[in-house]
């Protein structure tokens, strides 16, 4: 063992009279731990939210939405033969997209209104998945008039509870659009069964969106056979949506214009990658104040130990061997807080992801429990933070150190 090493470790192991700078290193490396261990918690906190908002969304949502500029889609069936060819595309469905009133039970909201292709909107969005009751194929008119009169509507559960309608009711939409008549605009209306009732754990969701066939649709905003507002994409790799939105743009021309689902909800996940930012800023000052409680260590055993630094220097230590001396001690502080942190706050994240004793309320957060995911880049970034902190925190007593004068320390 190189003599540096073998005097730091006799330093930290302090004698009984001086064992209150033993407490103090105690007392530092319970500042590291806890600083690493908030802050492993909170950005796995953070990327558990953010994939978890990004799933919710995702699974409502398509990864690409593709419109033609100036108007609806007239003819999308080339269009669609055309986006599928392209590599990276998995699904393609149309889509109609408007706002009405649906009214029932005495109440009345404003809602978001999208006409679907049953058949094809299963291998786009995540609709199965999320559905409670009914299906997405009771959205296609039975060819049994006397089985069901009304078309069929698949609405959020917060909107089924607003209207007091459940499975098997009746809806009526009213569009602000209409014909055009002496006494004015009347408005469209439009009357549907509820066969389906969805549940995404988004409140904004659950309560202010409706799915209607394309029929229903086209009826309803009286609109061409066959026209649609867009086309809604699938990709193969979600992470590659913006390339392949890009390719679809450079493919399709000028007339067509693609977006993808980063671009789509950009402000939002803007806004989470800055709060994580944040945290972690505001989270590495615990670390930064243990880093103070190190210097305070040092120079205390600085001070203590004034007498064997110039007994060493006498017998040929030099000034970097001293220096070294207290920057192992300050790593050792730093290191043992780091290592029980990283193993403190992995441990809290498993026993947060497994029990998941945290809720939350719907009608706040789109998840119901605390969402937790580690991520290896942030758990090495929160330890080799931490320990450029504590080696900063090490430079200026051990600098201190190696200026103690033999002469002086020995006379008095």
């Given at each position: 063992?190189?003599?540096?090493?073998?005097?730091?470790?006799?330093?930290?192991?302090?004698?009984?009279?001086?064992?209150?700078?033993?407490?103090?290193?105690?007392?530092?490396?319970?500042?590291?731990?806890?600083?690493?261990?908030?802050?492993?918690?909170?950005?796995?906190?953070?990327?558990?939210?953010?994939?978890?908002?990004?799933?919710?969304?995702?699974?409502?949502?398509?990864?690409?939405?593709?419109?033609?500029?100036?108007?609806?889609?007239?003819?999308?069936?080339?269009?669609?033969?055309?986006?599928?060819?392209?590599?990276?595309?998995?699904?393609?469905?149309?889509?109609?997209?408007?706002?009405?009133?649906?009214?029932?039970?005495?109440?009345?909201?404003?809602?978001?209104?999208?006409?679907?292709?049953p058949e094809s909107a299963g291998q786009v969005l995540n609709l199965n998945s999320i559905l409670q009751s009914g299906s997405l194929a009771a959205l296609t008119p039975t060819p049994n008039p006397a089985r069901r009169q009304y078309p069929g509507i698949i609405i959020g559960k917060?909107?089924?509870?607003?209207?007091?309608?459940?499975?098997?009711?009746?809806?009526?939409?009213?569009?602000?659009?209409?014909?055009?008549?002496?006494?004015?605009?009347?408005?469209?209306?439009?009357?549907?069964?509820?066969?389906?009732?969805?549940?995404?754990?988004?409140?904004?969701?659950?309560?202010?969106?409706?799915?209607?066939?394309?029929?229903?649709?086209?009826?309803?905003?009286?609109?061409?056979?066959?026209?649609?507002?867009?086309?809604?994409?699938?990709?193969?790799?979600?992470?590659?949506?913006?390339?392949?939105?890009?390719?679809?743009?450079?493919?399709?021309?000028?007339?067509?214009?693609?977006?993808?689902?980063?671009?789509?909800?950009?402000?939002?996940?803007?806004?989470?990658?800055?709060?994580?930012?944040?945290?972690?800023?505001?989270?590495?000052?615990?670390?930064?104040?243990?880093?103070?409680?190190?210097?305070?260590?040092?120079?205390?055993?600085?001070?203590?130990?004034?007498?064997?630094?110039?007994?060493?220097?006498?017998?040929?230590?030099?000034?970097?061997?001293?220096?070294?001396?207290?920057?192992?001690?300050?790593?050792?502080?730093?290191?043992?807080?780091?290592?029980?942190?990283?193993?403190?706050?992995?441990?809290?994240?498993?026993?947060?992801?497994?029990?998941?004793?945290?809720?939350?309320?719907?009608?706040?957060?789109?998840?119901?429990?605390?969402?937790?995911?580690?991520?290896?880049?942030?758990?090495?970034?929160?330890?080799?933070?931490?320990?450029?902190?504590?080696?900063?925190?090490?430079?200026?007593?051990?600098?201190?150190?190696?200026?103690?004068?033999?002469?002086?320390?020995?006379?008095?």
């Amino acid at each position: 063992m190189r003599f540096e090493w073998f005097v730091c470790l006799r330093y930290l192991r302090a004698k009984r009279k001086q064992g209150f700078i033993s407490i103090i290193s105690v007392i530092s490396v319970a500042g590291v731990m806890v600083g690493v261990m908030a802050l492993i918690v909170v950005m796995a906190v953070m990327a558990g939210f953010t994939d978890g908002l990004r799933d919710k969304i995702l699974g409502i949502n398509s990864h690409v939405v593709v419109q033609q500029l100036g108007g609806e889609i007239l003819d999308p069936a080339p269009v669609a033969e055309a986006l599928k060819a392209i590599p990276g595309v998995t699904a393609v469905t149309p889509y109609l997209y408007t706002q009405a009133m649906i009214t029932g039970g005495g109440e009345g909201v404003g809602a978001v209104l999208r006409g679907i292709d049953p058949e094809s909107a299963g291998q786009v969005l995540n609709l199965n998945s999320i559905l409670q009751s009914g299906s997405l194929a009771a959205l296609t008119p039975t060819p049994n008039p006397a089985r069901r009169q009304y078309p069929g509507i698949i609405i959020g559960k917060e909107l089924s509870r607003q209207l007091q309608v459940p499975m098997g009711g009746k809806l009526r939409l009213l569009s602000a659009a209409g014909p055009l008549t002496p006494m004015g605009i009347i408005p469209q209306t439009t009357t549907c069964e509820v066969v389906g009732i969805f549940d995404t754990g988004m409140f904004e969701y659950d309560a202010s969106l409706a799915y209607v066939s394309m029929d229903t649709a086209r009826r309803f905003l009286d609109l061409e056979n066959g026209a649609v507002h867009g086309l809604e994409l699938k990709v193969a790799d979600i992470y590659q949506a913006n390339a392949i939105a890009r390719e679809i743009e450079k493919t399709m021309g000028l007339g067509f214009v693609a977006r993808d689902w980063m671009l789509m909800n950009k402000n939002l996940f803007s806004a989470l990658q800055l709060e994580k930012t944040a945290m972690f800023i505001i989270l590495a000052l615990i670390v930064l104040v243990a880093a103070f409680n190190i210097v305070s260590t040092l120079i205390m055993v600085v001070m203590e130990k004034a007498k064997e630094i110039a007994i060493l220097k006498s017998m040929g230590a030099t000034s970097g061997h001293i220096m070294r001396i207290f920057i192992y001690e300050g790593l050792v502080i730093g290191l043992t807080g780091t290592t029980l942190g990283v193993g403190g706050g992995l441990g809290m994240c498993e026993i947060l992801s497994r029990y998941q004793f945290i809720k939350l309320p719907s009608d706040v957060y789109p998840v119901s429990t605390l969402p937790v995911k580690i991520l290896p880049l942030d758990v090495t970034l929160v330890a080799a933070a931490a320990v450029m902190i504590t080696l900063l925190a090490t430079i200026y007593p051990s600098w201190q150190a190696s200026r103690v004068d033999p002469a002086e320390a020995l006379r008095y």
